[in-house]
């Protein structure tokens, strides 16, 4: 983010912002603002409804948005042929030295809310060609807790006008501690109560009733995928609980309506807040603490309405970052037995499972590095690429302020992935989109490289920071209580959430960022 200014001279200047209120203010403008004008702002022209501008890809959002318009490529290599360049070798696993599993955890939390490419149900005739729809609300709602359609709140919800129960949404106790209820009945059926939610995606791979039955009845069809994203939602349930009972407590004439709504709305808050100010920290190159400011977003002229496109739902696959092994509560899990799996976080508690999971370190993202079982998951993502007609690897340079790459030498220095680029496109310029995001070599003092850190920055400020409870007549002690205003403006890390939901936190670590690593 930023360039010819020597790292002591921008590590003292973050250091004054972080202890001056109004410098601070400043800085996060004056960064949000150059991060998201390196490219054309919303809304785009393009969606993956027609490979030209309609009336439909303006308007229907089922289609998935495009940032440039379709391009037909030829002579492309196959599919297979490019698996090997994820492919792991083996017992060559590569770590990344600034991120912890916790990383990856919430990534993939956040993004299976709202990027949400909509799956082609073979059974019902769909064919591939689906996934160029999504069922995104094109919002951060949390709706991996409170579902996507009001139907599947109203069925997580307890709905009780009894005093100590107003605004809760249902949950369980296990071992003292608070988790979502079971969707599934023992013989493997689903209750009743859940019928309308959307059913765990991959569940018929998964027949076996001992892990059917620890799946719990989430609103997110993904958030039981493993058990590290099941933990989060876990933590934001009972955030959403402990603040429900707060707010009654306060407001004793509130119905559970009242009382349910208003602390949703400073859930949705407070977890926007946890993505700028801590995930998009980890994520950034530089050492400036960028605060949840929503001022910023009022009056600039890239605040418009949210329309996931086909390319943020691409450059989000980070299989690499996750390890060959996951070690949960002292004992290792292949990953594969980790998938759809919830007897990990079950066995281990929740501050555990979050202790755990910043102690253990994320893989380098990157060519070569992802495990065996997520290969088939990253073929599907060139497929989807192409599905879609995005457009090339060096198009996108170009679309973000970057350099285009005139060799294949331009895009990484590992010699290893230009053997392979050179020996597997005929040209720079064909590089699918998908492989050029994870061939560029990781930037300084980020897990990401160049290309997708740029993209996900513009798209996290511009699709975050104008969320509707964040306008500027909306964004006050009356949306949220002055109980929920309180903790809104006390929190802005995931610790914050999980020290006020869970005892025993202490001095254990709970980071996205390895301690071990330092700014350089």
């Not at 089922?62 to 490529?73: T, Y």
């Not at 912890?100 to 149900?121: E, K, S």
Request: glycine share 4%; charged share 25%.
């Amino acid at each position: 983010m930023i360039s010819n200014i020597p790292n002591f001279l921008i590590r003292s200047i973050a250091v004054a912002a972080d202890n001056l209120p109004w410098l601070n203010r400043k800085v996060t403008a004056a960064l949000i603002n150059r991060t998201i004008n390196v490219c054309r702002h919303r809304p785009h022209p393009w969606s993956t409804v027609h490979d030209y501008v309609s009336w439909t890809s303006l308007t229907d959002q089922r289609w998935s948005a495009r940032h440039l318009p379709a391009k037909q490529m030829t002579n492309l290599p196959d599919l297979k042929q490019l698996i090997e360049f994820f492919k792991r070798p083996l017992g060559q696993q590569r770590l990344c030295s600034k991120s912890t599993c916790l990383f990856p955890a919430f990534a993939q939390y956040l993004t299976d809310g709202f990027i949400r490419t909509r799956m082609p149900n073979a059974s019902a005739g769909e064919t591939e060609d689906m996934r160029r729809q999504n069922t995104s609300n094109h919002q951060i709602d949390l709706c991996p807790l409170y579902g996507r359609l009001p139907e599947q709140t109203c069925a997580l919800r307890l709905k009780k006008e009894v005093s100590g129960e107003r605004g809760r949404l249902k949950s369980q106790f296990i071992s003292g501690e608070e988790y979502a209820p079971f969707l599934f009945y023992d013989d493997g059926t689903i209750k009743e109560d859940f019928s309308v939610l959307d059913e765990p995606l991959g569940l018929d791979n998964f027949p076996d009733l001992e892990l059917r039955a620890r799946i719990f009845a989430f609103g997110g069809d993904r958030a039981n995928s493993v058990p590290q994203v099941a933990m989060i939602n876990t933590l934001f349930l009972r955030e959403h609980n402990r603040l429900a009972g707060e707010i009654e407590r306060s407001h004793t004439d509130w119905d559970d309506e009242r009382v349910f709504q208003t602390a949703r709305n400073t859930v949705i808050v407070l977890f926007i807040k946890i993505v700028i100010e801590e995930y998009i920290h980890h994520i950034s190159s530089s050492p400036f603490h960028i605060r949840a400011d929503p001022s910023v977003a009022w009056d600039a002229p890239w605040n418009k309405p949210n329309w996931v496109t086909t390319e943020f739902s691409l450059l989000y696959r980070w299989h690499s970052l996750i390890p060959d092994t996951i070690t949960w509560n002292d004992k290792p899990y292949p990953v594969g037995m980790t998938l759809m799996n919830n007897r990990p976080l079950l066995d281990a508690g929740l501050v555990r499972a979050f202790s755990d999971m910043s102690s253990q370190r994320a893989g380098h993202l990157g060519a070569f590095n992802t495990a065996e079982t997520l290969l088939q998951i990253e073929m599907l993502a060139i497929k989807q690429g192409r599905l879609c007609h995005v457009a090339p690897y060096s198009d996108y340079r170009s679309y973000v302020s970057l350099s285009r790459p005139k060799d294949f030498t331009d895009i990484s220095k590992d010699q290893k992935v230009v053997d392979f680029l050179r020996d597997t496109y005929k040209s720079v310029d064909d590089v699918d989109f998908y492989v050029g995001l994870f061939a560029e070599d990781t930037v300084d003092n980020s897990p990401l490289p160049l290309l997708m850190l740029r993209m996900v920055a513009v798209d996290a400020f511009s699709q975050a920071l104008n969320n509707p409870l964040l306008s500027k007549s909306v964004f006050n002690s009356t949306t949220f209580s002055e109980v929920g205003w309180k903790t809104i403006n006390s929190t802005s890390s995931l610790r914050d959430v999980l020290a006020r939901n869970s005892p025993g936190v202490g001095d254990k670590q709970i980071s996205m960022t390895a301690s071990s690593w330092k700014y350089r």
